[in-house]
T-cell receptor, first 114, second 117 residues
């Protein structure tokens, strides 16, 4: 069974640009969660999608958005990039939305904003 | 407010020794779950072990066991017979409340474990 895949793996953008990251969950998984990992703030929950609906949201500004498609693939978008958005963005999938204890993570997308 | 604390930023352990990684938590929710994840240098988070707040027995998964002391609000990870491949960052995490579509998850700051040959 293929694991969670994230594309691209590395990305360099300049301040003010926007970026879209993609996540393909494990086949059959309907819940996709996104996390931001930085040296200063650690791992922080961004949002969760289940059956194309955002079910949970962390404390991030509206510049961070996402969506989920009918095949459970998810995209995350960050508009008007800031230097502080440089981070490893991790995606995780699970079978169900309630109780994320069976999450499987992807390798992450490392975003650098210059 | 809910919080996860990992007080050991880094640890060095001799190969084949047992190691305990500390994790304390704070929550007012009676229903919560505690996890440990391993993050190698490749970046991918690997699920190791899970303990629910209502579970009576401590969770075990192979060489990993979770020393759950509810009254002390601690959920330490014990790795028996450490191996060189155990060198990685380890994160303690908590989800609350359980079995809710509004469940949140928070992570500790992590412990970098280095195994010496």
């Amino acid at each position: 069974k293929a694991g969670v895949t994230q594309t691209p793996r590395y990305l360099i953008k300049t301040r003010g640009q926007q970026v879209t990251l993609s996540c393909s969950p494990i086949s059959g998984h309907r819940s996709v969660s996104w996390y931001q990992q930085t040296p200063g703030q650690g791992l922080q929950f961004l949002f969760e999608y289940f059956s194309e609906t955002q079910r949970n949201k962390g404390n991030f500004p509206g510049r961070f958005s996402g969506r989920q498609f009918s095949n459970s693939r998810s995209e995350m978008n960050v508009s008007t990039l800031e230097l502080g958005d440089s981070a490893l963005y991790l995606c995780a999938s699970s079978l169900e939305s309630a109780g994320p204890y069976e999450q499987y993570f992807g390798p992450g997308t490392r975003l650098t904003v210059t | 407010a809910q919080k996860i604390t990992q007080t050991q930023p880094g640890m060095f352990v001799q190969e084949k020794e047992a190691v305990t990684l500390d994790c304390t938590y704070d929550t007012s929710d009676p229903s919560y779950g505690l996890f440990w994840y391993k993050q190698p240098s490749s970046g991918e988070m690997i699920f190791l072990i899970y303990q629910g707040s209502y579970d009576q027995q401590n969770a075990t998964e192979g060489r990993y066991s979770l020393n759950f002391q509810k009254a002390r609000k601690s959920a330490n990870l014990v790795i028996s017979a450490s191996q060189l491949g155990d060198s990685a960052m380890y994160f303690c995490a908590m989800t609350f409340p359980l079995y809710s579509s509004a469940s949140k998850i928070i992570f500790g700051s992590g412990t970098r474990l280095s195994i010496r040959p």
